[in-house]
């Protein structure tokens, strides 16, 4: 960093290419604060990871972030400082600067981040528009936890140690970075994190890339807990993982001859495996571009439900 | 830009270094949507002004920004399109694309806004912290409209045509990028936006730089309408103009040998002219870094005001 917080603006030294996305989360909407799920650092981290992981679904570096903080009567400085403490380990541990940002007043708890990513000479960035028939379609880590997690945390299922790990996805998120760095070197045609459920991102990805994806439920990796909470809620478990937002793991299409490099890429970023759930499918009129999730042989609808706490 | 809304993140060619700046408003905290005092589309193109400013503080080129907005049940659709188009109007006049955002639900309204700026190889970026004793102290346009404005906003003085030009200082602010780029260019050697009012602003300057900015109110140019709100506020309108938050004039300090080229610089640029108001001396026991200010041979509190609607 040139020049950091003190001055009119941040100044960093760029790389050749930049990466940009904001989020923003907001009490009453995207958490509930009074509920006391959430302690104001696991906030933090949570809205920073929010936006790095876009910058991970380009395959980009992580650079700096931006806070904006709106801060209601009543949230101390303590607090707030716990709510900076909470990013700043997300950002330390993501090798993310924070170097910069904006404190107002607010009705309600606000924070916006700003992540911003670069790309250097020759590196990749991979959007959304890339699949072609063909490709294998992939997923980073274990899915269901945040959806198992918010259930939990809603009391629509019961908390045992069995849900801890589903419950660590919703209040501590991680951005899969590495992991996306690694796919787009090794040859990824589209890659997309998952915000909304993995039926409606793949589908982003089908529609942006006029492909279908041809997705088997049954090969999902599941994250720990999640059998347990599916089953309180009556769902079959690839059905609450498909359609569980703000997972934060990694879609991507990757032509089959890239397969071995992704996964040694992978395992050399020292991050979260890959497991491949299906096939790009050239669209047609009966099968237009988008997603097909099956399971057991049934079609699924790819509804998904973003996290609204 | 290289790619933009649709896909996970923007992305875009950088230059060498990238200078970014967040700046956030609220309802009822910055503006107040209730009394009608300002459209949306005053209140999107204030909210990016708020963040180029920062940028032409630095003597940077405007290049993207990010919106985040914080939309209340009742705001309709035609209010946020009205917004944004507000902001689309400004950044086409100050070269800045808009490249990406995030739309959340929130209690009242609140804009958030990223500005990315970009200086290019063997361009000058110019802080707070870098005058020295015998600098010019200089200011861009003219001062004390947005503070007269606000007055008449809230009742405190009578609106005519006179204060119109003031009026339109608040609802209708224009960053000073092209004034910040010839500055800078020129051999200024500390630059800021005024958003605190000239006291505070310029006692910024002179405690991050280690002198004293000695500045000759009297000198001080006036926006149209300002002595006539001052005379109903009971103030002269030199202390009215030195108080005004939000002017987003620049406050410079510069080498007298540059002056000349400053001028020189600025006419090309063909934005607003410069005003020399003062000089920078040596910090001592008895006059600590910082500012003075001077009328009729009195001195002046530096205090100002924010705006807050």
Request: aromatic residues 4%; proline residues 5%.
């Amino acid at each position: 960093m040139l020049r950091g917080i003190g001055d009119d603006a941040a100044v960093v030294r760029a790389y050749e290419r930049c990466v940009t996305s904001v989020d923003a989360m907001v009490d009453g909407v995207h958490f509930r604060l009074a509920q006391g799920w959430a302690t104001p650092a696991q906030i933090g981290g949570r809205s920073l990871a929010g936006a790095l992981s876009d910058l991970a679904a380009m395959g980009a570096e992580a650079g700096e972030a931006y806070l904006v903080l709106g801060l209601p009567p009543g949230f101390t400085e303590e607090q707030a400082l716990d709510l900076v403490r909470g990013a700043a380990a997300l950002a330390r541990s993501t090798g993310t600067t924070i170097a910069g940002g904006d404190v107002v007043a607010a009705p309600v708890l606000m924070v916006a981040v700003t992540a911003v990513g670069w790309a250097r000479p020759g590196q990749r960035l991979v959007g959304r528009d890339g699949a072609q028939p063909g490709d294998l379609v992939g997923v980073s880590g274990r899915l269901g936890g945040a959806g198992a997690g918010l259930a939990v945390l809603e009391g629509r299922a019961p908390r045992s140690a069995r849900v801890e790990p589903a419950l660590a996805r919703v209040l501590a998120p991680q951005p899969r970075l590495a992991e996306g760095r690694a796919l787009a070197g090794a040859g990824a045609s589209a890659l997309i994190d998952i915000s909304d459920g993995l039926g409606v991102d793949a589908g982003h990805i089908g529609r942006a890339s006029g492909v279908r994806l041809e997705i088997d439920l049954g090969a999902l990796p599941l994250e720990a807990g999640v059998c347990e909470v599916a089953a309180e809620l009556g769902l079959q478990a690839p059905e609450l993982a498909a359609a569980s937002g703000e997972e934060y793991e990694l879609c991507v299409c990757l032509p089959p001859a890239s397969r071995a490099a992704a996964e040694l890429a992978l395992s050399a970023a020292g991050g979260v495996g890959i497991t491949w759930i299906g096939r790009a499918t050239a669209a047609s009129a009966a099968q237009p571009a988008g997603v097909t999730l099956t399971l057991d042989g049934r079609e699924l609808a790819p509804g998904g439900f973003e996290h609204r706490w």
